[in-house]
């Protein structure tokens, strides 16, 4: 009897046992299924599932977004509804097949189609499909991705890649790049067509067969140089032209495209013909040159009194001594010390006369500007005896402010000695009216607060006037016999050493002329 209740508990024991195990599967299920629903109707991919047939079983929520249609709408309906017409044939023949046959003609993952939504407005998806089986019946499952943003934004991209392409074809420059190594990776046609390179052949170093022979060693050291410091690239050299077969000055420039950390990527280079500019330019510096000698002739003219007196003056000294020796001599009453002396004086005066002669020679010289390390003191006192006759005729107190201790200039000699001629024959000219004041000019040397060397040229003179702002103008004179060059053309010398020149009002009386150069040492050009 015990035994028999033993088994009975036994077996309601078990039937417990497989109801609650059930249930534990059941729920388990539900919470599988539940999990799997709920990833399907959040995915932002459109979920739709097909029998064999191509009938729609199941479609998402996003189904709905991306094609229009709610869900319960599809249930039932073709795949093909979701395909512009010229797909369902594709459709038909590929997935028709593939049931007929079992052998798959596309590829399932990841293929990118064309879709139709239910306004009819065709769009572009990736489809990716699996299949499972379910009671026997193949069930399909199809992941739908819409695309057309991603293609728009791939469509705008490429359209502004061709954009960009198209300009640095059409522009009317030459442009290349280079990888981070330096070397040349693309060069636009304007290049190909100056050089007559095809793109394979200025690939690398290849472009560096176009450039002069001479400048081959220097141009390859500077943009090796450019590359292991990466600084922006500037450098002249000459390039053959294909058209003529002749060599033109070019220049090429180009700069670093850095990423994030300051690393180098790229570099994006221009090269430009410079050669009718160059050639514009030195025939523009010649006829400067020749202008600035032509105003010095013409200094040199009106000088022409006090020049004749600066060479006579130790001439008539060399004639005395002689004279004054051949009297002695007549009367026997020579002592060779008194001989000795006065022949010292006559080589004394003799070198006297021919440095001034030397002086006015190299003045008026036509040479080609050279630039040196000048001391401007010394240049001021050379100028000073060139004029020294016309300051001391003209009553004119001269007054020298120098800084001894003056950094060098790097400048052409002659072309300041014309600037400081001009400003000091301008201020004595300035001042030959003036009689109710003593005439003083001086001047001074000094460093001003940038370092550069400044000099100032002040006169008690007329002073400025109303048309001081003119002053600089080609061809502004207020003088009878002026021909307003002087100061146009010292400002362009000054200049064109790197220097300014202006003027000012004197106190109280007069005018001042300035002018800097830059010290020798921060202008080793
Ligand atoms: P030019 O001496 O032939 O007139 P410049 O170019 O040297 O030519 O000078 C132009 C004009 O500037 C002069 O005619 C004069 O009016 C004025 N000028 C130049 N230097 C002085 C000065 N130191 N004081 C007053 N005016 C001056």
């Not at 005439?439 to 001074?444: N, P, Q, T, V």
Request: proline share 3%.
């Amino acid at each position: 009897m015990a035994n028999r209740m033993k088994s009975s508990i036994n077996k309601i024991d078990g039937s417990v046992a497989d109801i609650t195990d059930r249930k534990q599967e059941e729920s388990e299920l539900r919470y599988s299924e539940e999990r799997h629903r709920l990833v399907v109707e959040t995915a932002t991919d459109a979920v739709i599932s097909i029998d064999d047939s191509g009938a729609i079983l199941f479609a998402n929520h996003a189904a709905m977004r991306i094609f229009g249609y709610d869900p319960t709408e599809l249930i039932g309906k073709p795949l093909t509804i979701l395909m512009p017409e010229y797909m369902r044939k594709l459709h038909e023949n590929g997935f028709g097949r593939y049931l007929a046959t079992g052998q798959r003609h596309i590829n399932w993952q990841g293929t990118e189609l064309t879709a139709l939504r239910k306004n009819g407005q065709e769009f572009p998806v990736e489809i990716s499909f699996g299949e499972l089986i379910r009671g026997g019946h193949k069930v399909f499952t199809g992941f739908i991705r819409d695309t057309s943003e991603r293609k728009q934004a791939e469509n705008k991209l490429r359209a502004s890649e061709r954009t960009l392409r198209e300009l640095t074809e059409t522009i009317p420059q030459m442009l290349w790049s280079a990888a981070a190594d330096g070397a040349i990776d693309y060069c636009n046609q304007r290049v190909l067509d100056y050089t007559g390179l095809s793109a394979e052949q200025v690939q690398g170093a290849g472009w560096m067969k176009t450039v002069h022979q001479d400048d081959v060693d220097k141009m390859a050291r500077a943009w090796s140089a450019t590359v292991s410091s990466g600084q922006p690239f500037q450098h002249e050299f000459r390039c053959l032209r294909a058209e003529d077969r002749t060599y033109r000055w070019c220049i090429s420039r180009a700069l670093p495209l850095r990423d994030e950390s300051g690393r180098i990527i790229k570099w994006f280079g221009t090269v430009v013909d410079l050669h009718d500019w160059k050639e514009a330019q030195q025939a523009l510096q010649m006829t400067q040159a020749e202008l600035a000698r032509v105003s010095r002739l013409t200094t040199m003219g009106e000088l022409a009194a006090s020049i004749a007196h600066e060479v006579n003056q130790p001439l008539t000294a060399v004639t005395n001594n002689g004279s004054a020796c051949l009297r002695l001599l007549a009367n026997h009453n020579l002592d060779p010390e008194v001989l000795r002396r006065a022949l010292e004086e006559i080589v004394a005066d003799g070198t006297r006369a021919s440095a001034v002669i030397a002086r006015i020679r190299a003045f008026i010289k036509k040479a080609p500007a050279e630039r040196t390390e000048l001391d401007i003191n010394e240049v001021i006192q050379e100028v000073l005896t060139l004029a020294g006759h016309e300051l001391h005729k003209n009553q004119i107190l001269v007054e020298c402010q120098f800084t001894r201790t003056l950094p060098l200039v790097r400048a052409d000699r002659v072309q300041l000695q014309q600037v400081l001629l001009n400003l000091i024959i301008n201020g004595i000219e300035a001042m030959i009216g003036v009689a109710v004041r003593p005439r003083a000019l001086s001047l001074e040397s000094r460093v001003d607060e940038s370092g550069n060397v400044l000099v100032a040229i002040r006169d008690s003179g007329t002073g400025l006037g109303p048309e001081a702002d003119r002053l600089f103008t080609t061809f502004f004179t207020t003088k009878a016999h002026g021909m307003g060059m002087g100061l146009a053309i010292s400002r362009s010398l000054i200049e064109g050493q790197g220097g300014r020149l202006w003027a000012t009002a004197n106190s109280p009386n007069g005018a001042v002329f300035w002018f800097t150069l830059p010290a020798a040492g921060e202008n080793p050009s």
